[in-house]
């Protein structure tokens, strides 16, 4: 099947695929675009077809840092949409022109109600990714906190 | 039924917990005693019935950096064994004597497969957990990030 392969994805099967596949929506995003603001409420999972998006924090209302951007076909972003307290954790700004696939949480909470395999996978996939963002995020800060200290041993 | 709240299982019916409580293996710690280290073999997630666990991770060999206190009936710990790569992700310590219930990861594995609705609920649970500490994480590297730059500019 001609679909992105996507981390939230993996381990579905062909029939599965095809039934999500059906809940999703292109729709087009041009360059400086905001998707959405940290804080607003998550409608919406997206899967990238083509163009770049950038995922952003504010550190502070004049600061703004980045944390990752999505650029392969495939890659997906606004999963906070699927889980309490439907959120979004980042602000996400697209880079250049380009496409999604976007997946209204609504319709993706009903197929995964009714086929509890496709729930299990999506929601475990969901959990393995955002433990590996937890690592990555507490390395970083472990390294803050070391240069921090030979900061003040200096 | 006479079991104590935890995040992972909220949502599951009665009959549901009592299929999950019959996996469950009531252990004995000691204050001192390590239950795992940082990336150890991941094979049972625990849940905390009576003392205190400490989670740490360790910056350098020599510093260790404390992520979490494990003290509320109910409260869970190991996660990291319900998800690929199975390793554990922080180190845990017996900060006081007391009792944990372990699960074996092969055997939940077995009772989300034959149920697909513990499945689904457990893992949308953890996902659920692992975003909020992933926010938290975050939200530490920005007042680690404005710290720095404060120092830099003073």
Known sequence: MDFPTCYLLQGLSEEKLKRFAAITHETVMSKEQWIYHENDR???VFILKT???ELVTLV???LELPVS???SPGDCFG???LIEPHLYSLSARCQEDGTVLAVDRYDLRKLMDEDREIGCVIMTNLA???LSRLKETR???KLHF???LKFMHS
Chains 1, 2 share one sequence.
């Open 42 to 44: 998550a409608e919406r």
């Open 51 to 53: 163009g770049i998006v």
């Open 60 to 62: 502070d209302s004049y």
């Open 69 to 71: 951007i999505i650029r």
């Open 79 to 81: 999963t906070s949409s």
């Open 128 to 130: 393995e990714h955002l």
């Open 139 to 141: 390395q970083e800060l």
């Open 146 to 148: 070391k240069n921090l």
